[in-house]
């Protein structure tokens, strides 16, 4: 399903983003069957970082596809989810944040962080720009 054939590293093939997308509903609907309910998810976790295992790298371009392939299977009745947040991303890379998608509709609840590079005042600038977003 990814680039390299490799748990770690590479990034996914756009093939497979429907079925990346099922597997996220999957998740949801199984955690929920369980009990426990999912408020809000990313995409991708660490999405530049390669190094993990399991990881995928996802950049900014391949991330918006994803989202826009996955919206449409969290808005299902038995799938409902509401909150999808942009993946993490470091204080020194703001993403550039598109919260509305073709005709208005919000496609992203807001964006996260992870505080290991650059300057934490980055969240303050997401949060004044989209005070009406989740910015965490």
Same mark, same amino acid.
């Not at 426990?36 to 390669?50: C, R, S, Y």
């Not at 295992?53 to 009745?77: D, F, G, K, N």
């Given at each position: 399903?990814?680039?390299?054939?490799?748990?770690?590293?590479? &990034?996914?093939?756009?093939?497979?983003?429907?079925?990346?997308?099922?597997?996220?509903?999957?998740?949801?609907?199984?955690?929920?069957?369980?009990?426990?309910?999912?408020?809000?998810?990313?995409?991708?976790?660490?999405?530049?970082?390669?190094?993990?295992?399991?990881?995928?790298?996802?950049?900014?371009?391949?991330?918006?596809?994803?989202?826009?392939?996955?919206?449409?299977?969290?808005?299902?009745?038995? &799938?409902?989810?509401?909150?999808?947040?942009?993946?993490?991303?470091?204080?020194?890379?703001?993403?550039?944040?598109?919260?509305?998608?073709?005709?208005?509709?919000?496609?992203?609840?807001?964006?996260?962080?992870?505080?290991?590079?650059?300057?934490?005042?980055?969240?303050?600038?997401?949060?004044?720009?989209?005070?009406?977003?989740?910015?965490?």
């Amino acid at each position: 399903m990814k680039t390299n054939d490799n748990s770690k590293g590479g &990034s996914l093939k756009p093939e497979y983003y429907g079925a990346f997308a099922e597997y996220f509903v999957k998740y949801i609907d199984g955690m929920k069957a369980e009990g426990i309910t999912i408020h809000a998810i990313t995409v991708e976790n660490e999405p530049l970082n390669p190094k993990n295992t399991p990881s995928m790298v996802c950049w900014q371009e391949e991330e918006h596809s994803l989202r826009s392939i996955l919206v449409p299977h969290l808005e299902r009745p038995e &799938s409902k989810q509401d909150r999808v947040i942009r993946p993490q991303s470091r204080c020194d890379l703001v993403p550039s944040v598109d919260f509305e998608g073709s005709g208005g509709q919000s496609i992203c609840a807001g964006t996260a962080f992870h505080l290991y590079g650059g300057d934490s005042s980055a969240l303050t600038d997401v949060h004044n720009a989209y005070p009406n977003r989740i910015c965490t």
